[in-house]
């Protein structure tokens, strides 16, 4: 596979600008071919006439959406923070809340789906915020403050049944499971 291709996959899932350093690391490439993969798909998205452009600032790149579509993105955004949550939406916070933090991985396992536009609305909502963990080298989503004090409680655990769900061993066993092992 072409490492422009790899390179497009991980920009359009990732939610934050990613360096290229971190590309080149992900992807197990030269800097500088990621640098010139990179300058290839600017080439590519980089017109009127696309929807979605490549930004870059100093080392790092990130896909956006086209300033001319700006009215309308905000438009929507805004309906989309200020709109209700989902069903999917509400069952990828529950597990975030009684099971965080989590790896989109993990959260995904769970689910059987693919929830990066979950975690985005979520987040987008103020509900759910993600770090990076060096130890285990992935992003984690936990809920934030906004969304306990919402609740009304001082911390996730004393949400319903809190000891009970959020080690449940229909989980435990979800998630022992390695993806390479899933039916597909």
Request: glycine content about 4%; overall charge negative; hydrophobic content about 35%.
């Amino acid at each position: 596979m072409l490492l422009k291709n790899k390179i497009e996959s991980l920009l359009f899932v990732t939610s934050k600008p990613l360096s290229q350093n971190k590309i080149a690391e992900i992807l197990k490439a030269e800097t500088a071919e990621v640098n010139a993969a990179v300058q290839e798909l600017k080439e590519d998205y980089n017109n009127q006439s696309r929807g979605i452009q490549l930004m870059t600032l100093n080392t790092k790149v990130q896909f956006v959406t086209n300033s001319d579509n700006r009215a309308i993105v905000e438009k929507f955004l805004k309906e989309e923070q200020l709109g209700e949550l989902t069903k999917p939406g509400l069952e990828t916070l529950t597990i975030i809340a009684y099971r965080g933090p989590i790896t989109k991985p993990e959260l995904e396992q769970i689910r059987g789906v693919n929830c990066s536009m979950i975690l985005r609305n979520l987040m987008i909502k103020g509900l759910v915020e993600s770090q990076d963990d060096k130890k285990i080298m992935q992003t984690i989503y936990s809920v934030t403050f906004d969304f306990v004090r919402y609740l009304g409680i001082n911390e996730v655990k004393e949400l319903p049944e809190y000891d009970k769900l959020s080690q449940h061993e229909t989980l435990e066993k979800v998630l022992s499971i390695k993806p390479e092992e899933q039916e597909g």
